[in-house]
Each structure stands twice: as structure tokens, then as C-alpha cells.
């Protein structure tokens, strides 16, 4: 079994920056893709950003420029550093990877971020 552990999150204004942080733990042999979703008020669940074992990104066209995603794989963590954040912003974030063995895809319990205008 897998679990991932998300911090990071809150409140925060217009123009300010947060950063994400989620952990995985259990029986873990690699991670594949490394990924950040969020879901907005009354919206569906969309991919923010993505990272592969290899370190390649990916980045929604709204958060190209202001966000960063990263992986340290020593600790089985991805990172989502958020900068510029806009109101539009607002939604509940997760984290999702693709672990070895069992090619199996986790999730993590989801953070709230709001900015405020």
C-alpha cells in the first residue's frame, strides 16, 4: 500500500506565492510521473503540472511562467512552487503519482488554496 501526504496550502493574496509539498510512503520501488491537479469551485478536476522519472515537465497553459514543478527522489516527494497566484487560482490541489511496483496511480487527500483578490 501507498499513501501520499500533502502540505502546503492556505490562504494567501493576489500577487503571493505558496508551495506544495507531497510525500509518498510504503511499499515503493520507483515513482513514475509525479503529478499536481486542482478543482475549482462548480469545475472539473484539471492537470496543473507533471513530471516524469526523467525529469521532464509539463504545465497547464494557465500557470506557464508562475509555477514549478519538481521531484526529489531520494524522498519521494514532488513539489508545486506557486507564484503570482491569482484568484483564479482558487481550488482544492492534489497530488497524483504512478508508483512501481504494480504501475498503480495514488492520490493525495487534497489541500485547499484560496487567493484572495
Known amino acids: 500500500q501507498v499513501q501520499l501526504v500533502l502540505s502546503g496550502g492556505g490562504l494567501v493574496q493576489a500577487g503571493g506565492s505558496l508551495r506544495l509539498s507531497c510525500a509518498a510512503s510504503?511499499?515503493?520501488?520507483?515513482?513514475?510521473?509525479m503529478n499536481w491537479y486542482r478543482q475549482g469551485p462548480g469545475q472539473q478536476r484539471e492537470l496543473v503540472a507533471g513530471?516524469?522519472?526523467?525529469?521532464?515537465?509539463n504545465y497547464a497553459d494557465s500557470v506557464k511562467g508562475r509555477f514549478t514543478i519538481s521531484r526529489d527522489n531520494a524522498k519521494n516527494t514532488v513539489y508545486l512552487q506557486m507564484n503570482s497566484l491569482k484568484p483564479e487560482d482558487t481550488a482544492v490541489y492534489y497530488c497524483?503519482?504512478?508508483?512501481?511496483?504494480?504501475?498503480?496511480?495514488?492520490w493525495g487527500q487534497g489541500t485547499q488554496v484560496t487567493v484572495s483578490s
Open positions: 510504503g511499499r515503493i520501488f520507483r515513482i513514475n510521473d
Open positions: 497524483g503519482m504512478t508508483v512501481i511496483p504494480g504501475n498503480g496511480h495514488y
Open positions: 513530471i516524469t522519472s526523467g525529469g521532464s515537465t
